[in-house]
């Protein structure tokens, strides 16, 4: 079955689907922590291009870890653009500026939004992005001053910071005798999936990689792999070129 090429522009929510019938034999074949130690080895990597200071290795990886986080949230049944629309609603989710983010400055303004008049108000007078590109612009208004202070290693740390965040959302769900209600552990899971996103994002526009490009190239007809569509790699195939170690494994 042929997937139809996509667009430069299409939305998040088309990407998300377009990898779900790319990848749907090894979504099921893999459970939602195994998928959740790829999107650690390809974040390594994206890690070991900043260290580097290498783009053509930012190149290889970052796209591979969207194309994990979005294949994360489609096994635990979560929609990243409507989860990001109602975390991030055009405004910093901790400060709620919408510009300029204060949260350094002005940590005592951190309140993550939660109340839903107050997300639906805020959606009211926004435009949620409609491209890779379009949130890339939209998390730079946001966040741009902030992120040079950072820098592009702190980028990094943050992003595996709410990786970890994801990790413990996701064993919470998984285990038998949970401390949280499921309803808690599902709002949990939105929240840090976004959150991940957020900063991949940031650091995406910290390096000026052009996400939506590099994943086209990669994904747009086929596996990157064994080059069908959809997909017949063995589920935990790894090619060697984004091996992380053991190169002759």
Request: proline fraction near 6%.
């Amino acid at each position: 079955m042929a997937i139809p090429g996509l667009r430069s522009g299409w939305n998040l929510g088309k990407w998300q689907d377009h990898l779900a019938v790319l990848y749907k034999e090894q979504n099921r074949a893999r459970s939602p922590l195994e998928t959740l130690t790829r999107v650690v080895e390809m974040g390594s990597g994206m890690a070991r291009g900043v260290r580097e200071d290498d783009p053509d290795v930012l190149k290889l990886f970052a796209p591979r870890t969207l194309s994990w986080i979005l294949g994360l949230s489609t096994q635990l049944e979560v929609n990243l653009e409507e989860a990001l629309w109602n975390s991030y609603p055009g405004v910093c989710t901790h400060c709620h500026d919408g510009a300029g983010c204060s949260c350094r400055v002005h940590p005592e303004k951190r309140r993550r939004l939660i109340d839903k008049n107050e997300i639906q108000s805020l959606q009211q007078k926004m435009t949620m992005p409609q491209s890779l590109p379009d949130w890339q612009a939209m998390f730079k208004r946001i966040y741009s001053t902030m992120n040079r202070t950072l820098g592009a290693e702190k980028c990094v740390l943050h992003f595996l910071e709410e990786l970890g965040e994801v990790s413990e959302a996701i064993r919470y769900k998984i285990a038998p005798d949970s401390p949280y209600p499921a309803e808690k552990i599902d709002v949990m899971l939105r929240n840090e999936l976004s959150d991940l996103f957020a900063w991949f994002i940031g650091l995406t526009n910290m390096k000026r990689m052009e996400i939506d490009a590099y994943m086209r190239d990669i994904y747009e007809y086929s596996c990157p792999e064994c080059g069908k569509s959809p997909c017949t790699c063995h589920p935990y195939h790894v090619h060697p070129q984004v091996r992380l170690g053991g190169k002759g494994v």
